[in-house]
């Protein structure tokens, strides 16, 4: 690990907006706030909102900054890239931001049922050859339940065509309500002013995609609580591109 890397923990080891604990950590500590969030840090009975892979934190710091009566939690496992988006919260003091760094894997074991009303799944790896790791399987669809409220809203930004048709197959397939849906979202007549003010964030990789010309994709839907979740049993084409320093897809022509 480079210098700079253990200087970054170091560092986040004092903030009072991150919360550490991976899946080394978590076997044997168990989380003392699941279903405390709001009494023990945010001290308030706001709206909580997660950011699931939440990189550097822009988008979780930017919507804090944006509903300051709404609290946001950036969950990502990579503690170096955290630490920007925690520091610039506390520089810019905001109370209702804070950053979880863990396996999303195991993101039931930091919330209780009903403790979070929506999810935002931002430039997630597509995996396209691996279903279960993809952030709006089933498979995590089923974890997220334990811990949404019942028709909690889940928000997919992505620039990946690939992860994008998945999804909306997946929701298809179960009959999610699905809210809206875009393939090109700077591009879109009609979008009502809210949406287009929360969408009007940008990450940094965001930018560098649109500077490259790719298409932004975005959708909504409400993750019900009941039925049993089903893959869809449909062949995808893969990406023709990688998003921004990703690794190159492998020689395969689709995937499910």
């Known amino acids: 690990m480079s210098k700079g890397k253990l200087q970054k923990f170091a560092e986040m080891e004092t903030f009072s907006n991150v919360f550490q604990y991976p899946y080394s ?51 990502d496992i990579k503690g170096a890239r955290m630490h920007t988006g925690a520091k610039q919260a506390l520089t810019e003091g905001l109370p209702n931001v804070a950053f979880l760094r863990t396996n999303i894997e195991i993101i039931d074991r930091f919330f209780a049922p009903d403790e979070v009303q929506e999810i935002w799944l931002t430039f997630s790896d597509p995996q396209m050859k691996n279903p279960r790791k993809r952030l709006s399987s089933t498979f995590f669809m089923e974890r997220y339940r334990r811990f949404l409220t019942d028709g909690g809203i889940i928000h997919l930004k992505t620039d990946s065509n690939f992860l994008f048709t998945y999804t909306t197959f997946m929701v298809e397939r179960n009959s999610l309500p699905l809210l ?30 649109i500077d490259r010309g790719l298409n932004i994709r975005y959708m909504k839907f409400r993750l019900p609580h009941g039925t049993e979740l089903k893959e869809p049993d449909v062949e995808i084409p893969l990406d023709d591109y990688r998003s921004f320093k990703r690794n190159k897809r492998s020689g395969l022509v689709t995937a499910k």
């Open 25 to 75: 950590v978590i076997e044997n500590i168990p989380f003392q706030m699941k279903g405390r969030w709001r009494e023990d840090y945010f001290h308030n009975q706001n709206p909580i909102v997660l950011e699931l892979g939440c990189g550097k934190g822009e988008y979780t710091v930017g919507l804090g900054r944006l509903y300051p009566d709404v609290n946001f939690i950036g969950v």
């Open 180 to 209: 809206f849906r875009t393939e090109d979202l700077y591009h879109t007549d009609g979008i009502d002013e809210q949406t287009r003010k929360i969408l009007s964030i940008q990450t940094y990789y965001e930018a560098q995609w």
